[in-house]
């Protein structure tokens, strides 16, 4: 075939996101597939100029690809090279790296050469990737992820390919991207077997991001991969980020879901009760507890001055003492100070301290005190109670542990208002693996369908909820969105439910 005939039949095809959204499991998936070539950045070159701000060097797009494509050279090499298509991976900058953010399609007509898909991804999971990796500029996050959708909108046939469909289903999503761009689909290209970094690059600059210089974190998780995995959460965004992202973008995040979150708002609507647990979904309650144990350890060092335990071998036998004696979840009527005077004369004893009534007393007061300082609402939960009883929702706590201690800890919490019941497995005498949703929804007269449940355990949340016919939510913070079985949805904040039961009128417009 002749370099001429090869030119010709080279098409051209752009993938749009975000930085750190997961573009290079891209180029590792196409540049497995023999006819394409895999480029990054053609209409951002290195073609930097001194700016008037301070002398910082920036960077300026390139509109040449659309104009004279065969003048660029990584055009040249690949239709060389007899590639069908060339890809390029393009990702919106950011003041951070001293670049400009711009328009990557300056026309319709660049739209309708290029085809591009854009690539979205949960943006608290990108932010958080991006602190990773020591970008901590919020306002520039949030600048770029809305560029990202402005994008979007402007193009004449918007597709969009969300990130977290990929982890989920990654075969599907890429032969829709595949059929869409008009490249042959392969299940090879899901095995990653081509060296990584092994791309066609425009310049030498360009080139030492993936082959020489990487920035240190920069591309570890997909280079060490064979194929797409999900990856879990760095953990590194603070409550108020969160809240302030989903605020900012988490809608644009779900109207790029269109109709495949339909069946997810309809659901949803229907629901009369809303069910939550309440440890660990609606508050801090490992980060609250291990404070005041802390506070109770730290207590017990100045008491005994003369001993040589540490709070570290204090805290490992309380660590055991708990995993012993919490195994009835609570449901043998206690009160929670029962239940903390016994754990804590279990600690003392277990190291040969005195264990008196005044003693534990002090220890008592220490922790509840200590505790009471630590509460922290979980990100968005406030918000979103408040916006299900303006829906006219009913909502409901079934959780574990002892009926006054988390009566108390709703109180604190400021969260009373919003509660119809509270039920513990304390007040009923059984453990959620044990029926507690069977008998709430008898002494309470309610039909399965009519609630749905929240709760941040698989085993003691979700499972028994569904045995029970009830709809779930599992709240993850660690993973990522899963909307594809409406009664097993998973959610990684509760401002996304809160949006999910909201005013949905512009829900998917960018999809119809």
Not at 257 to 273: E, Q
Not at 381 to 388: D, I, R, W
């Amino acid at each position: 075939m002749a370099d001429g005939d090869q030119k010709q039949q080279l098409q051209i095809r752009v993938l749009v996101a975000c930085p750190r959204s997961g573009s290079t499991i891209f180029m590792r998936i196409f540049h497995e597939l023999p006819r394409c070539a895999v480029t990054s950045r053609l209409i951002l070159p290195g073609n930097h100029h001194e700016s008037g701000d301070k002398g910082l060097s920036r960077v300026k797009p390139d509109y040449s690809i659309y104009l004279d494509p065969e003048s660029k050279s990584v055009y040249q090499q690949a239709a060389t090279e007899g590639y069908a298509t060339l890809i390029s991976k393009e990702e919106l900058v950011h003041v951070t790296k001293n670049e400009y953010d711009f328009a990557i399609f300056p026309s319709k007509a660049a739209y309708e050469m290029t085809r591009p898909a854009f690539l979205v991804r949960d943006p608290v999971r990108v932010y958080d990737s991006w602190k990773k990796m020591g970008w901590r500029d919020l306002d520039n996050f949030i600048i770029s992820y809305r560029s990202l959708f402005d994008m979007m909108k402007a193009s004449p046939t918007p597709y969009v390919v969300i990130y977290e469909q990929l982890v989920h289903d990654a075969r599907a999503t890429v032969a829709e991207l595949t059929e869409y761009w008009g490249i042959q689909f392969d299940d090879c290209c899901l095995e990653f077997k081509q060296p990584f970094g092994d791309y066609i690059f425009k310049d030498d600059r360009d080139r030492s991001l993936y082959q020489d210089a990487v920035p240190d974190g920069q591309f570890s998780r997909i280079k060490s991969h064979t194929r797409v995995e999900e990856f879990r959460r760095h953990g590194l965004l603070s409550i108020l980020e969160l809240e302030q992202i989903e605020a900012e973008v988490g809608n644009l995040y779900l109207e790029a879901w269109g109709p495949r979150i339909d069946s997810v708002v309809a659901l949803l609507a229907k629901k009369t009760w809303f069910g939550f647990d309440l440890d660990d979904t609606l508050h801090e309650f490992r980060k609250a507890s291990a404070h005041a144990a802390r506070s109770v350890f730290e207590a017990i060092q100045v008491m005994y001055p003369e001993s040589d335990k540490q709070v570290d071998d204090l805290n490992a036998t309380y660590r055991e003492i708990l995993r012993t004696k919490t195994a009835n979840a609570f449901t043998d009527g206690r009160s929670s100070e029962d239940y903390r005077r016994e754990r804590f004369s279990l600690l003392l004893e277990a190291h040969e301290y005195e264990s008196s009534p005044e003693i534990l007393k002090q220890l008592l007061v220490v922790y509840q005190t200590s505790l009471r300082e630590a509460l922290t609402l979980k990100a968005g939960a406030f918000n979103l109670l408040q916006k299900l009883k303006a829906l006219g929702k009913n909502v409901m706590i079934v959780t574990e542990g002892p009926q006054d201690g988390q009566e108390w800890t709703v109180a604190e919490l400021g969260l009373k208002p919003f509660i119809d019941i509270l039920i513990t497995t304390n007040e009923v005498g059984k453990s959620k693996v044990d029926g507690l949703f069977s008998a709430v929804l008898a002494n309470h007269n309610i039909v399965p369908e009519d609630l749905i449940y929240i709760g941040d355990n698989p085993q003691r949340d979700i499972l028994p909820a569904q045995a029970a016919g009830i709809d779930t939510v599992l709240y993850d913070e660690n993973s990522n969105c899963l909307f594809s079985d409406p009664q097993n949805l998973r959610l990684n904040s509760l401002p996304k439910l809160e949006y999910l039961v909201g005013d949905w009128n512009v829900l998917g417009q960018l999809m119809r």
